[in-house]
């Protein structure tokens, strides 16, 4: 105990211990430190993920077409909305626990535990719809198509509406090859799933419907538009619609199409059917590293919750340990209001 | 320590009544993304990320002022955490970006295609 809470009756005794540096007691000093150690790690990843955002700055995948998912709402785009109830429910389990805080200086046990209880909820819902925003991104939506340079064309009807690969590919043209499974391997040999259609298939669709045009990764603006090649006459407008990808002009689709190598479905970390495969990565580094720390911070929730429901705190005659288990998760919070501006609005 | 132990609920509820609005108006802003804003540049990013990262840093203050009570703690601790901290980010942010968008023009202008 005399490690948790330092009682001041060390008066004159500057190097006796039981000193308090800075007015704070040493288990939130020590949070304090790991706080600013933290924070750098993240602003790390966070600055690492611009520096590859300027370096592709013209090809970055725009998150309002990456992420547009909202529980039963399947099919209606409905970008923001999700990660701002996520965000919501954050600040809301941030607010629950300060108001535990606030109920241990008044040494108010019940309080305090109904408060906490309230905050490991909050956390919990926040990972698991962080992990149904990853199972939406890593399963995709509409496919994609790779090119032997590494370029990613996804495809749109005559309006500029996106249009999935399932829609057009054209099944009757056989695959090329069927997946390697361990089963039917000579020796241990198996390969991942491979995508539901074929380069070919997709080829031959995109053939079959006329009115099909591929989008490319590249960001139609000011700058762009005066280089690039076959660009669609009335689709692209960079002065009325807001920011979009480039769409090309049936001729340049076809040519571009002829140079594809792979279909894409999704995201994981070697490709990613919205663009660049950075971004991808990114995303699931920095939420990945985010959510942990969520997760751990729920565990650590639950620790203290327990103790609280205990009364080893009632004893101690001091909730401080509820203090610095909330800085902590206010950090989580703070991270993720950075996370939110940089991954979704920026 | 001036842990002064009065119950400040009423704060509490006020500073998440801010973070709220100011949430609820990034997330308008990044439905609607207004066209004066979104195509008007300036020192080399348009006004609306620059509201954004405006609104970020005021959500920030009230996250560690408030509710990591920041406001409470003697100033020598503030400015320890605080000061470096912003600035080692800031000088970080300054130098990656600066550097990924000298790689940006170098790919842009160089004959060789990196990606076709």
Same mark, same amino acid.
């Given at each position: ?39 750098? %790690?993240?602003? +790390? ?9 300027? @370096?592709? $700055?013209?090809?970055?995948?725009? &998150? #309002? ?81 790779? %090119?032997?340079? +590494? ?9 500029? @509406?996106? $249009?999935?690969?399932?829609?057009? &590919? #054209? ?176 | ?116």
């Amino acid at each position: 105990m005399g490690s948790t809470v330092t009682t001041a009756n060390t008066v004159g005794k500057t190097w006796g211990g039981g000193n308090e540096p800075l007015g704070a007691s040493y288990g939130k000093l020590m949070m304090w430190f790991f706080i600013v150690s933290d924070a750098l %790690t993240f602003s +790390g990843f966070l600055v690492a993920y611009g520096f590859s955002r300027f @370096k592709f $700055i013209e090809t970055w995948p725009l &998150a #309002d077409e990456v992420f547009t998912h909202f529980p039963f709402m399947h099919g209606v785009p409905a970008p923001m909305y999700y990660v701002a109830l996520m965000t919501f429910i954050l600040i809301f389990s941030s607010v629950t626990m300060v108001l535990a805080v606030d109920a241990g200086h008044q040494m108010k046990q019940s309080k305090v535990a109904f408060y906490m209880f309230l905050t490991i909820i909050g956390g919990l819902i926040f990972v698991g719809s962080q992990a149904w925003e990853w199972k939406n991104f890593i399963h995709g939506e509409y496919g994609a198509i790779e %090119t032997k340079g +590494g370029s990613v064309l996804q495809f749109v009807d005559a309006s500029g @509406k996106h $249009i999935a690969i399932e829609e057009f &590919a #054209d099944t009757s043209v056989p695959k090329e090859r069927e997946q390697l499974l361990r089963g039917k391997g000579k020796w241990f040999m198996e390969e991942s799933s491979l995508p539901t259609y074929s380069v070919e298939q997709v080829q031959a669709g995109f053939k079959n419907h006329p009115d099909l045009l591929i989008r490319t990764e590249t960001i139609f603006d000011e700058a762009t538009s005066k280089t690039a090649k076959g660009v669609h006459p009335t689709l692209n407008d960079f002065t009325f619609k807001s920011k979009h990808k480039t769409i090309l002009t049936r001729a340049e689709s076809e040519k571009r199409l002829a140079d594809a190598k792979l279909v894409i479905e999704g995201a994981n970390l070697q490709r990613n059917e919205y663009g660049s495969k950075l971004f991808a990565d990114f995303f699931f580094f920095i939420t990945g590293f985010h959510g942990f720390h969520v997760f751990s911070g729920v565990i650590i929730n639950i620790i203290i919750f327990i103790n609280v429901l205990l009364g080893t705190y009632e004893k101690r005659r001091t909730y401080e340990m509820v203090e610095k288990v909330g800085l902590y998760w206010h950090f989580v919070d703070l991270v993720w209001v950075f996370v939110f501006t940089f991954f979704y609005l920026v | 320590m001036s842990h002064e132990h009065v119950s400040n609920t009423k704060r509490i509820w006020l500073v998440f009544g801010i973070l709220s609005v100011v949430t609820t108006v990034e997330v308008i802003l990044g439905i609607m993304k207004p066209q004066a804003l979104h195509m008007t540049n300036m020192l080399g990013m348009n006004l609306l990320n620059w509201i954004f990262i405006i609104l970020t840093i005021f959500k920030a203050y009230y996250i560690v002022w408030a509710f990591m009570h920041m406001e409470g703690e003697t100033p020598a601790l503030r400015r320890a955490v605080v000061w470096t901290v912003i600035f080692l980010i800031l000088y970080l942010a300054f130098i990656l970006l600066t550097e990924g968008h000298y790689v940006f023009g170098v790919f842009r202008d160089a004959t060789i295609k990196w990606n076709f």
